[in-house]
């Protein structure tokens, strides 16, 4: 049986596939379908201060091959989270991850050093990438300077693993990745969705309330490969691919082109079983190809 | 309930009007207990434009079969596409999803008023009122009598109220017009349609003071809680009609009071 195990920073992965912020609410969601404890880990939705309704319906259209999303980090902020969310995500044999967002750096700092303090969250996901959200969000990822000074600061109050999600809405993804490596983080993420918009011609009206929203599945993937390949040669750090992932094959791409680990976003939407699925893939690959461990595989593409 | 996916058999495809199919499907697991108002979440194969699986309302399910049916009507390439599938072909769905109505009890009065595909849930509900011991009377509304989906099987549970747009069968104009429905005491109404009806009936209701319960259509992507694409207004704020629906009570919803 091949080793599946992979590390970021110092934590341990029991295998490289770990569910998307967004798209697996906080686990429990999908206990009727999978076991958690199979999977590397799942990143749970985008936690805020406060409590955020997002944005108004329609928040979902169909694409080709894809879909897009406004939903603006619908949650109940940390307050609740900490008291009626927090101790049942302390009991799953996974490493739990917190995505994190804010308006301002400073939302950004004092939601990470409340999260800082609870012992069961292995690590952060900060998002400087949501582009559903008219302050905070995608602003600070793409624009350096801000980019630098939030994370940064984040860095200052979080002692635990700290992971960057980029977003693919730059002209030099590897710039933003190269600033989260100089900060200190652990570890980035590529990508978050591509903007984008869908319009129905029967109204005459765009198809979402917030008329541009984020594009996600397999529509996306090449794009977030070639950008998870690029980051992978720029960054010592490693590398967390998503974008479009939809099977074992899929995530061997991004693994192959450089990325330590994956995320399985959009694909659970259809088939809840799919990051599971893709575990199994993954290490079917790895017996048929007598590898002894993924990591064989990382970035081999560069290699060979 | 648990939910589960699962590969069901395809035994009859029957089309009841153009553009309006029945599927009927068998479950060699055994059906799991379904209940009125629950859906599935359909997988489309082999049509390049469907990337999403199609939320379908349980139209009707016999458990000693291990058979349920599933209303479609053809709203785009997937529904389409669905539309074609043969008897033998297999039909994966996740399910069941969703809350379900509240039953009545004994000696109430209901009416389960709908129109076009929103009558998809009804006679599921009309069957399982039926078993829990009270009658259920039907109105619906169309817009014109070639629109008339299978009347029979509901008339066959109580009687129905028809209403046609131009009045070529049953009362002229909309639901809400049906005398019955407007003149005779009601304690709950079930309703399931178009926004702009459901609206209407839950006005009516809200103004008699009757208990009305309405089943939402909602844009859909996981259905399962996951993606919070197809929230509702309510007064406890966005709600995921998947999972906190896709039944509510109108006194919960926001457009009920503002509309």
């Not at chain 1, 091949?2 to 970021?8: N, P, V």
């Not at chain 1, 989260?180 to 029967?202: F, I, K, Q």
């Not at chain 1, 694909?267 to 079917?284: C, D, L, M, T, Y």
């Not at chain 2, 929230?231 to 704020?237: D, E, H, L, Q």
Request: proline content about 5%; some cysteine.
């Amino acid at each position: 049986m091949a080793d599946l195990r992979i590390k970021i920073g110092p934590l341990e992965f029991r295998n490289p596939v770990i569910l998307a912020s967004g798209t697996c609410g906080y686990g429990s969601e999908l206990e009727d379908f999978i076991n958690l404890s199979e999977l590397g880990g799942i990143i749970v939705k985008g936690t805020t201060m406060e409590h955020r309704e997002g944005n108004p319906y329609p928040r979902m259209a169909e694409t080709a091959s894809g879909m897009l999303n406004a939903v603006g980090l619908q949650n109940k902020g940390i307050d609740y989270f900490e008291k009626n969310i927090y101790p049942h995500l302390a009991e799953y044999n996974t490493h739990v991850i917190v995505n994190v967002n804010g308006n301002t750096v400073e939302d950004y700092v004092n939601l990470s050093a409340r999260i800082n303090r609870l012992g069961a969250i292995a690590a952060i996901e900060l998002n400087i990438s949501c582009p559903n959200v008219k302050k905070g969000g995608m602003i600070f990822g793409t624009n350096p300077a801000s980019a630098r000074e939030v994370i940064s600061a984040v860095r200052r109050v979080y002692d635990k693993t700290l992971i960057v999600k980029l977003s693919p809405n730059v002209t030099d993804i590897t710039e933003f990745a190269r600033i989260s490596e100089e900060e200190g983080a652990e570890a980035v993420s590529l990508v978050n969705t591509l903007l984008g918009m869908a319009v129905d011609v029967r109204t005459m009206r765009p198809k979402l309330s917030t008329i541009t929203g984020g594009l996600s599945g397999p529509a996306i993937k090449p794009v977030a490969l070639r950008m998870v390949w690029q980051v992978a040669r720029a960054v010592k750090i490693p590398v967390i691919g998503l974008g479009g992932i939809m099977n074992a094959e899929d995530a061997l791409e991004f693994i192959i082109a450089g990325a330590t680990a994956v995320q399985v976003g959009t694909a659970s939407f259809i088939n809840p079983r799919a990051g599971v699925e893709i575990v199994k893939g993954i290490e079917k690959y790895l017996g048929e190809k007598e590898l002894d461990s993924v990591c064989r595989i990382t970035g081999i593409i560069n290699r060979i | 309930m648990k939910k589960r996916i699962e590969d069901l058999t395809v035994i009859e495809n029957r089309k009841l009007k153009e553009g309006f199919f029945v599927i009927k499907v068998y479950s060699s697991e055994g059906l799991p207990e379904i209940k009125p108002g629950q859906f599935v979440q359909a997988l489309v194969l082999e049509s390049p434009s469907t990337f999403l699986r199609r939320p379908l309302s349980v139209h009707d399910l016999d458990p000693e079969e291990n058979t349920l049916s599933l209303l479609v009507q053809i709203a785009g390439p997937g529904t389409e596409k669905l539309s074609r599938i043969t008897p033998g072909e297999k039909l994966n769905l996740i399910y069941p999803l969703g809350n379900s109505f509240t039953l009545p009890v004994r000696g109430e009065r209901v009416l389960l008023a709908g129109g076009g595909c929103g009558m998809a849930p009804l006679l599921y509900l009309g069957r399982k009122i039926t078993e829990s011991g009270v009658q259920p009377h039907f109105a619906f509304g169309f817009r014109n009598r070639s629109r008339i989906l299978n009347h029979d099987e509901f008339s066959a549970l109580g009687p129905v109220y028809l209403a046609t747009e131009d009045g070529s069968q049953g009362y002229r104009g909309f639901v809400t017009d049906i005398p019955e429905f407007r003149n005779q005491q009601w304690d709950r109404v079930y309703c399931c349609g178009p926004e702009q009806m459901m609206k209407a009936v839950a006005a009516i209701c809200r103004q008699r003071e009757i208990f009305c319960e309405v089943s939402l259509e909602n844009l859909m992507a996981c259905g399962l809680g996951i993606c919070l694409c197809c929230v509702v207004p309510t007064t406890s704020g966005n709600l995921c009609s998947c999972t906190e629906g896709p039944v509510f009570n109108i006194n919960h919803l926001k457009w009920q009071t503002s509309g």
